[in-house]
């Protein structure tokens, strides 16, 4: 199994630009999750899908952060316009869940932002 | 003004003892527990879980204790090894989402 994969790995950029983040879960996982973790606030979720919908994005920082999620194998974050408080290593995390049953995520190596 | 991160607690220890990771969480609805492990420039990886209608559960050299009553988990590893060295989070689990603790630096010494 290849894992969750994301990319890029690395990301540097200047405030102001537009930041597309990439995920590809684990084949057969129907629920997705993007987390942020900085040294200031630790690991925290931003948003999750359940068979491709948006099912809670009460942690999306603010307009400027959005989520998609196409198709079972793919999924983006983007923030535009990136600020530099947003630079943090983003996280993906994929699990195949079913109702009643409990399982855990397999998390992505992570994308390291940098908004300068 | 000056920036303040997260104070993680640390625990050291030497190599072949072994260590115990405490963990509070904070919602007594939570019904799903895990323990992940973090290394330097890594994404957290699955170490063990534990349902709320348990109270222990055993893995390969781990151990994790539930006590919903205090809301306290901890995290036993027998016999560490210079490669457990990490930072160790808890994770609760309610309605789906996980939450989780801001996690422990565990360093073994050879």
């Known amino acids: 199994d290849a894992g969750v994969i994301q990319s890029p790995r690395h990301e540097v950029t200047e405030m102001g630009q537009e930041v597309t983040l990439r995920c590809k879960p684990i084949?057969?996982?129907?629920?997705l999750f993007w987390y942020r973790q900085t040294m200031m606030r630790g690991l925290e979720l931003l948003i999750y899908?359940?068979?491709?919908?948006?099912?809670?994005d009460s942690g999306m920082p603010e307009d400027r952060f959005s989520a998609k999620m196409p198709n079972a194998s793919f999924s983006t974050l983007k923030i535009q316009p990136s600020e530099p408080r947003d630079s943090a290593v983003y996280f993906c995390?994929?699990?195949?869940?079913?109702?009643?049953?409990?399982?855990?995520?397999?998390f992505g190596p992570g994308t390291r932002l940098t908004v300068l | 003004g000056e920036s303040v991160g997260l104070h993680l607690p640390t625990l050291s220890v030497q190599e072949g003892d072994n260590s115990i990771i405490n963990c509070a969480y904070s919602?007594?609805?939570?019904?799903?527990f895990i323990w992940y492990k973090q290394e330097s420039g890594k994404g957290p990886q699955f170490i063990i879980d534990?349902?709320?209608?348990?109270d222990k559960r055993q893995g390969q050299r781990v151990t994790v204790l539930l006590n919903k009553t205090v809301k306290h988990l901890s995290l036993q590893i027998a016999a560490t090894q210079p490669g457990d060295s990490a930072v160790y989070f808890c994770?609760?689990?309610?309605?789906?989402?996980?939450?989780f603790g801001q996690g422990t630096i565990l360093t073994v010494h050879p």
């Open positions: 995390a994929s699990r195949r869940s079913r109702e009643g049953l409990y399982n855990e995520q397999f």
């Open positions: 084949s057969g996982h129907n629920s």
């Open positions: 899908f359940n068979n491709n919908v948006p099912i809670d």
């Open positions: 919602n007594s609805a939570s019904d799903y």
């Open positions: 534990i349902r709320s209608n348990m």
């Open positions: 994770a609760e689990n309610s309605y789906g989402k996980l939450t």
